[in-house]
C-alpha cells in the first residue's frame, strides 16, 4: 500500500514531485494525485490547495479512491512556540482547529459540536520515528518541536492573534490545513501526522518573513521528506 503525502501549495510539493520515479498522474476534484516511487516505496503526492475545506476532501479521495496506508502533511508553518526560530521543525501530537467557535452552545472553543474531540491525536509511531530522524541530525541549531498544531483558514501575522493562539490552545504553530487532514483521516481510520518547517514567527513580521522565506522553508521541507522516504522512516 501506498503513503499519502500531502502540500498545500505547488511549492510545498515540487521537490517530492521531482523525486518520484513515473509518476502517473490522476486528477479527481481538480486536484492531480502523482503515484509513483520513491526509494522503493509507493507514494500518492498531491497537491489539496489551501485551506481547511480542500485538505479534508484531499484526505478523502486518499481513503476511497487511493486506499493509503498513512497520510503525512507536510509543508510550513508559523511559529508559536517562543524557542522556534525559522528553518525548525515541529511534529504533531495533536491538531486542533482554532477558528471554530461554537461557545453559544456550551462547547469550547474549537470543538465541532459533542460528536468529535477538540483536538486529533496524531499517530504516535509515525511521530516517533520523524522526531528520531530529524533530532539524529547533524545540525545542532535546527530544533524539532512535538506540539500542537492549531489550524483555521487564517494567515496568522498579527501579535495579538498570535498571543491569543498561544494562551488559548498553548499552540506550537500555525498553519489552515493539518487539523482538516488529521480530522478526515481520523474518521477514516487512516494513522496521520503533520509536519512543519518554520517560515515566519506568526507575528507582525510574518507579512515580511512569509515571503523571503516561504521558497526557502518548503523546499527544504521537500528535500527532507525525500531523505527521510530514502532512509525508511515512513
Known amino acids: 500500500m501506498a503513503i499519502g503525502i500531502v502540500g498545500a501549495m505547488d511549492v510545498e510539493v515540487a521537490i517530492i514531485r521531482e523525486a518520484m520515479k513515473d509518476p502517473q498522474v490522476t486528477t479527481v ?52 512556540d517562543p524557542e522556534l526560530e525559522i528553518g525548525d521543525f515541529v511534529v504533531s501530537k495533536t491538531a486542533i482547529q482554532h477558528d471554530v467557535d461554537l461557545r453559544i452552545f456550551g462547547y469550547p472553543l474549537g470543538m465541532l459540536g459533542s460528536n468529535a474531540p477538540r483536538e486529533w491525536t496524531a499517530d504516535p509511531v509515525l511521530g516517533e520515528k520523524i522526531m528520531n530522524y530529524l533530532s539524529s541530525q547533524e545540525d545542532a541549531t535546527r530544533k524539532v518541536k512535538y506540539g ?6 487564517q494567515f496568522i501575522a498579527d501579535d495579538e492573534k ?28 487512516i494513522p496521520f501526522v503533520i509536519l512543519r518547517a518554520i517560515s515566519d514567527k506568526a507575528d507582525g513580521s510574518g507579512n515580511v518573513d512569509y515571503p523571503t522565506f516561504e521558497k526557502k522553508m518548503a523546499h527544504f521541507m ?13
Open 29 to 80: 476534484a481538480g486536484m492531480d494525485f502523482y503515484s509513483g516511487t520513491i526509494a522503493g516505496r509507493d507514494v500518492i503526492l498531491v497537491k489539496c490547495g489551501i485551506g481547511k475545506i480542500n485538505a479534508a476532501l484531499c484526505v478523502q479521495i486518499l481513503a476511497d479512491r487511493f486506499g493509503v496506508e498513512a497520510v503525512i502533511n507536510e509543508g510550513i508553518a508559523g511559529a508559536l
Open 148 to 153: 500542537r498544531i492549531v489550524s483555521g483558514d
Open 162 to 189: 498570535k498571543a491569543f493562539l498561544v494562551s488559548e490552545f498553548e499552540g506550537t504553530c500555525a498553519e489552515m490545513e493539518g487539523a482538516a487532514i488529521a480530522h478526515a483521516a481520523t474518521l477514516n481510520k
Open 222 to 234: 521537500g528535500h527532507t521528506m525525500v531523505e527521510m522516504l530514502g532512509k525508511g522512516v515512513f
